[in-house]
């Protein structure tokens, strides 16, 4: 027999639903391999006008030539230098939230820009979610998020932000102006490039072609440790290997002895083919880069990292602010060291 809306009622009225206290689980955290390379390759500069500018070069003038006896030599006069020059940006996340907001959490603001609070006696009978916390957490992990897209976008999106990896690692690397130097006109200011690779387990396409790739990447003091994929891209280099074998950091092993990890695939000499979810949020899923950190890093202006601010609270507003500032750029010396590949 059903209950009777009077049963119901009196149902509602007399007990209360069950709240899990504590912080609220996310669901859409992702792995940011890039931004924590990055971040722990990042370098410092004092200040400047407004960019950040490197010698380079690529051409030799001066050569042994042969002669004898009193014959006339020559003298070069070496004039190769070129320049590659990036301007510096500044970003800032910034939060609000009132006292009111707070005030029906059990949160009172102590001091004026609420640099310090206090919890009222009893909070825990009505709180649920500490909602200052999870203010900070939001503004902690949206920074984050942020700051990790922008080093992957070519900067296009907005002339306030600095460019990112797909600017200077293009799937079509002689065209183009990067840093100030045309890539068309210089062939050694390029990047490694080999599109829509067919995967075939048959033919081991794809991994005869990375180790090609790897041998190029090195020929100039190339180094490229950190290698991060789409999850297409993934899947087809799966694809050879689980038919052949594996590729690990000890060498090529055929047959089921070799743990090849968390659907990870490491080639020798190189590195782990790490998974970048940020590369399919972008619609990236079938490509592959491989950077050196050495050459192509985060320069972060001194004292201007992740700066933490707690502005004042106006006047006329009971409003607390956080905010987070970062000023810097992402800098490129050296282009032949890195490498973009894509599967079809």
């Known amino acids: 027999m059903p209950f009777t809306q009077q049963e119901l009622d009196n149902i509602a009225n007399s007990a209360l639903d069950f709240y899990i206290k504590g912080k609220p689980l996310s669901q859409s955290i992702q ?8 971040m722990s390759k990042k370098k410092t500069f004092p200040g400047g006008k407004g960019e950040i500018s490197k010698a380079v070069k690529n051409d030799y003038t001066s050569a042994f030539a042969g002669y004898s006896h009193d014959d006339t030599v020559t003298y070069a006069n070496p004039a190769n230098v070129k320049r590659t020059a990036m301007p510096w940006k500044e970003l800032h996340s910034g939060i609000q939230l009132t006292h009111s907001e707070l005030k029906t959490d059990g949160i009172s603001v102590v001091d004026t820009n609420g640099e310090s609070t206090a919890e009222h006696s009893e909070r825990e009978l009505t709180a649920l979610t500490n909602i200052l916390e999870d203010k900070f957490e939001d503004l902690d992990e949206g920074t984050a998020r942020s700051l990790n897209e922008i080093f992957w976008r070519d900067g296009t999106q907005s002339t306030k932000v600095p460019p990112g990896v797909l600017y200077f690692l293009s799937g079509t690397p002689t065209t183009g102006v990067v840093g100030g130097i045309d890539r068309a006109l210089n062939s050694w200011w390029r990047n490694r490039s080999s599109l829509a690779i067919v995967a075939s387990a048959a033919s081991q396409t794809l991994t005869k072609t990375l180790r090609s790739e790897w041998r190029q990447l090195r020929r100039y003091g ?51 083919f790490m998974y970048d979810p940020t590369l399919d949020d972008l619609g990236y899923e079938d490509y592959c880069f491989m950077i050196d950190p050495r050459h192509l890093y985060p320069m972060v202006m001194d004292g201007e990292d992740m700066k933490r601010h707690t502005p004042a609270r106006p006047a006329e507003k009971y409003v607390m602010y956080r905010g987070i500032t970062w000023t810097g750029l992402l800098f490129a010396d050296k282009l032949n060291c890195h490498g973009v590949y894509s599967v079809t």
């Open 222 to 272: 190339g180094n490229p440790t950190l290698i991060l994929c789409g999850s297409d891209f993934l899947e087809a280099l799966d694809l050879e290997v689980a038919e052949k074998g594996t590729y690990t950091q000890q060498g090529f092993t055929k047959g089921g002895a070799t743990d090849i990890g968390m659907a990870e695939v490491s080639m020798k000499g190189a590195g782990t």
């Open 31 to 38: 792995d940011k391999p890039l931004l924590k390379a990055f």
